[in-house]
């Protein structure tokens, strides 16, 4: 069984430039979430989609988006990149999101130079 | 807000000796507790977790426990090996509710020297 696919793996932008991760979930799993990892701040939700619905949305500002799309493969999208935003971006993937059962992918670690 | 405390920060243990780490959550209404174990360049794997129903949950070598009067979990990790060595988060969340996203401790660094 395959897991959750995050890609690119690795990726260095520019400041004020934009860039779109992509995660594809567990097959037959609805939810996926998205998570900022950093050093200084940890973990922190950044939203979760279901059934290509946005249902809970963290605090963020609102150059964080994302969407998911009919096969709940999800993308999230950062515009205007900040040097603040190089983090580990960590998609996590469940049946029906009722907030237990994530599996988590390997991440995106984006670098902002 | 939402908050959950994690101690301590670094852990290490010499191998075959256990490891406790600790949580503290701030949102009463919290009753799904996961632990996660990250190893380098890796996604967070969950290891364990309980519900607030339960006080006490193990899996061969490793134990979680629920204190819901305190607002306290810990994991608990016997006969340590070395591959045991990971960053271990804790974090709470709603289960089944409306806000269904998980807040994470900071996490512990657990070493275990062989």
């Known amino acids: 069984k395959a897991g959750v696919t995050q890609t690119p793996r690795y990726l260095i932008k520019t400041r004020g430039q934009q860039v779109t991760l992509s995660c594809s979930p567990i097959?037959?799993?609805?939810?996926v979430s998205w998570y900022q990892q950093t050093p200084g701040q940890g973990l922190q939700f950044l939203f979760e989609?279901?059934?290509?619905?946005?249902?809970n949305k963290g605090n963020f500002p609102g150059r964080f988006s994302g969407r998911q799309f009919s096969n709940s493969r999800s993308e999230m999208n950062v515009s205007t990149l900040e040097l603040g935003d190089s983090a580990l971006y960590l998609c996590?993937?469940?049946?029906?999101?009722?907030?237990?059962?994530?599996?988590f992918g390997s991440g995106t670690r984006l670098t902002v130079v | 807000g939402e908050n959950v405390e994690q101690h301590p920060s670094t852990l290490s243990v010499q191998e075959g000796d256990s490891a406790v780490i600790k949580c503290t959550y701030s949102?009463?209404?919290?009753?799904?507790f996961p632990w996660y174990k990250q190893e380098l360049g890796k996604g967070p794997q969950l290891i364990i977790d309980?519900?607030?129903?339960?006080g006490e949950k193990k899996d061969q070598r490793i134990a979680v426990t629920l204190n819901k009067t305190a607002k306290h979990f810990s994991l608990h990790i016997t006969e340590t090996q070395p591959e045991d060595s990971a960053v271990y988060f804790c974090?709470?969340?709603?289960?089944?509710?409306?806000?269904?996203?998980?807040?994470f401790g900071t996490g512990t660094l657990l070493a275990v020297q062989p």
């Open positions: 996590a993937s469940s049946f029906d999101g009722t907030g237990n059962g994530y599996t």
């Open positions: 097959s037959g799993h609805r939810s």
């Open positions: 989609y279901f059934s290509e619905t946005q249902r």
């Open positions: 949102d009463s209404a919290s009753n799904y």
């Open positions: 309980i519900r607030s129903n339960v």
């Open positions: 974090a709470a969340s709603l289960y089944g509710g409306a806000t269904n996203k998980l807040i």
